[in-house]
Structure formats: structure tokens, C-alpha cells
């Protein structure tokens, strides 16, 4: 709640979590706290204003566990938003008014996003978040600003990262089948692999290795289990 | 020149033009005009504040033009800075006094680069630049502010985008030599191939098409030639 004099007023971050569990992508929002006037009520992803000496990635982090008392999750800058616009819509003006100090100012915003297991993680809402939810991809409300657009973007620089940085394996047991590497897949990237041409282009990429192992505790043909070799792209 | 009212405080963008010619990697640099006092004479990436009616790219695109008189690049943006003392060293801060409003702000930069051949692009110097010259990445003495940092960064996202994302084949000719491609390689990576080896790993590459063509008015063993096919990595 920045109504103090130590922060920059033309900087925020913005930090999309996103969270894969039981097949499904989600994203952390929170819903900012009510004030006299319930259109302050919105959805939005956890953000602030930077302060004076803390640095981009120090802010992001510290802003995340203020608003959802979550920790320890490695945040990555991927792109900054600063359409002279983006914090013109009436709704947001209402909430700056509320929460800033000088809420006509032009706010440029440093996004940051993460990929975790969102059952590791258990937000609770805290500062001016009243609540926070693990949302799935394809239910997410308005946001508040602009955060839909910054929020569509992270979600294309994960698809990018997940094929190009093989991002993403950390999601996954150490020992995983190919058909929970095909899930993954298909539930970040939202498409459907045919099985038999997905394990054919997959068993000889230099990153995959295969183990002399297979499931325990199934009866017909189990699978064949595989680790991921870091560096091998 | 930002004396004026219109800029925000605490963001600017900053420029790192990247040029290939003859074989070289080169980086676009501006010599800031000397004032009474001559340590304000520095080199610096193109780089100023951003005006508050003007998106983050359309300041990019203005600062270049404004400070190079180069025009028509395509600047994308790759990363923010925003180390709270990047503009508190001496030197920086003696410029500041001289040319901003606020030389205390803190300033957060973002910055963006792009590839170009340099013979396309005369740079002109303008504004406080009082000289503009195409450095060799290996000659790049010490810059304003951070901005060996930036250029640094920029280098290593320039190397990771021209092997992830085949950037760098507009400055080939439309039909080229796999030697000509291993050059371009070579020079802008700063490493050695193997000729067979590199010729082996790329003739099979799905983003290249041999050509029934080969290179005219050489009289001995003349170079088959290739084009390049987009959307094929």
C-alpha cells in the first residue's frame, strides 16, 4: 500500500505465477480489497509501485510475498508495459485515487513470471489483496489495467520458453513417463499430441534420457521411465 | 535534450544498434557533446528519457532518430535496468546536472536492440550527441551509466536469438553460401567452426533450401547456393 514517500512513482512490477497441478494450468490473482466504493473490488495480479532502493527483481519479489505471503519462487523479468494509457480506465482510476499518492502518474510496468507447482504454494491474501486464488487459464476474469494483455504475453513467453528452454521439467517427477511429459505438454501449450507420432519425435531429443526402469505396480506393460539431462538442447 | 516538463522521471530507454559489415560486428555509439566541463564528454548508448504522451517504443524509435538521425530499424525491446545507483557514479552524475531537470531521480531504462548491416545505416550525430561512429564490439571502451552492462546483455541476447530464432538472415544476400552463413555465424558468435563439420550439421536443416544454383564466375568447384525458409525451425 504505497502511500508512502519512498517509492518511484512511475515504476511498477507485475508478477504472473502460474501454477500447474492435476493437469491444469492456472495463474495467481488476487482480488484487491474493498473500500468505501465497491468497484475497487477487482481481480488483478499481484503488483506495486517500486521503491526507491530496492532493485526491479528484489521489488517483484518482495511485492508477491506482501500480497500473498508467498516465497521463494524464482521470478524472471520477461517484458515491461508503458502505454501512456494503461492506467487511464475509469474502474482503475477510482482504485488509484484510493491506494496512491499521486494517482494521475504515469505508471510504467516491469512484468516478471514464474511456473510452479501450484499445490507447493498456498497464497494468503494479505496488504490491500482480500483474497488470492490459484485461477484456472481459461476462467480469468477483467483484470484489473492492463493486466489481461500482460498476463496473454507471459503466457506466450512460457509457451516459447517450455519448447525453447525446455522449461518446465521441474514440473514433473524425476522419474516421469512419456505420457506425463505428453500432458505436460499438452495442458501449458492448450493443444492435443497424437500419442504414437509425440513418443516418436520425443525418445531420441538429446535432453531425454531413458532409464533401464519402468513404473512399479501396474500389471500390463509398464512404461518405460525417463529423466531430463539439463544442457542438452 | 530533456529540459522540458513532458518527460517522466524515472523512465528512459536506451538503444543498442547492432551492425554486421564485412565480416565485423559493430555496435551504434554516441559521444555526448562536451559542456564547460569536458568529463561530460563521454561515449553512451543512444538513450534518453521517455515524454509522457509516448510509448516505451515509439521513445525507442524517436530517441534513435533524434540523437542518429538513423531511421526504419525495428528495435525490439529485451530487458529492463533498474539497479538503484545505475546513474549515481560521479561522472554519470555531473552529465545529469548538466542536462536533466531532476539529476537525482532514480531512473529505470528499458532497453531495447536490434541487427542491422551497417553500410545501410549512416548515422548522423544531433541533439547532445556530438559524435555517432560504428564501434567493433571488441573495441568498446568505457560507456555512460551502465551501459556496458546493457550492451553485454544485449550481445548475449543477440548470440541466444540468432541460433533460437534464426535472426541475423536479412543480412545475407537472398541467395548465399553455407560459407557466407558460417562467417555470419562466426562473427557474430566470436567463435570457429570445422567448414565440414558446420557444413554437415546445417545442410540438412529444415530453414534451408539448397538451391539448384551455383555461385556465377568462379572457375573451380563453385559453391552450391542456399535460400533461407522462414517459419521452418
Tied chains: 1, 2.
Excluded at 489483496?129 to 492492463?146: K, S
Excluded at 525446455?166 to 514440473?171: A, H, I, S, V, Y
Aim: glycine share 4%; hydrophobic share 35%.
Amino acid at each position: 500500500m504505497n502511500k508512502n514517500l519512498t517509492t518511484i512513482q512511475n515504476v511498477s512490477v507485475d508478477c504472473v505465477v502460474f501454477g500447474y497441478s492435476n493437469e491444469k494450468l492456472k495463474v495467481l490473482l488476487i482480488k484487491r480489497k474493498a473500500i468505501q466504493n465497491v468497484s475497487t473490488e477487482q481481480f488483478a495480479l499481484p503488483g506495486d509501485l517500486v521503491e526507491e532502493n530496492e532493485s526491479l527483481d528484489d521489488a517483484a519479489e518482495k511485492i508477491l510475498f506482501s500480497l500473498t505471503k508467498i516465497d521463494g519462487i524464482f521470478l524472471k523479468q520477461f517484458h515491461t508495459f508503458g502505454d501512456p494509457n494503461r492506467v487511464s480506465a475509469i474502474k482503475d482510476q477510482e482504485w488509484l485515487r484510493a491506494f496512491r499518492k499521486n494517482p494521475e502518474a504515469r505508471v510504467v510496468t516491469v512484468a516478471y513470471f514464474a511456473l510452479v507447482k501450484s499445490e507447493d504454494y498456498q497464497p494468503v491474501p494479505s496488504s490491500f489483496a482480500g483474497e488470492t486464488q490459484w485461477t484456472p487459464i481459461n476462467e480469468v476474469p477483467m483484470l484489473a489495467f492492463d493486466h489481461n494483455k500482460i498476463l496473454d504475453s507471459a503466457y506466450q513467453a512460457l509457451k516459447e520458453k517450455l519448447i525453447e528452454k525446455q522449461m518446465g521439467f521441474e514440473l514433473l517427477p524425476k522419474k516421469f513417463t512419456l505420457t506425463e511429459l505428453q500432458t505436460l505438454y499438452e495442458t501449458i501449450l492448450n493443444v492435443k499430441y497424437d500419442k504414437r507420432n509425440f513418443r516418436k519425435s520425443h525418445k531420441g531429443k538429446p535432453f531425454l534420457k531413458e532409464l533401464n526402469e519402468k513404473v512399479k505396480g501396474v500389471a500390463h506393460r509398464p512404461a518405460n521411465l525417463y529423466t531430463y539431462k539439463k544442457g542438452n538442447n
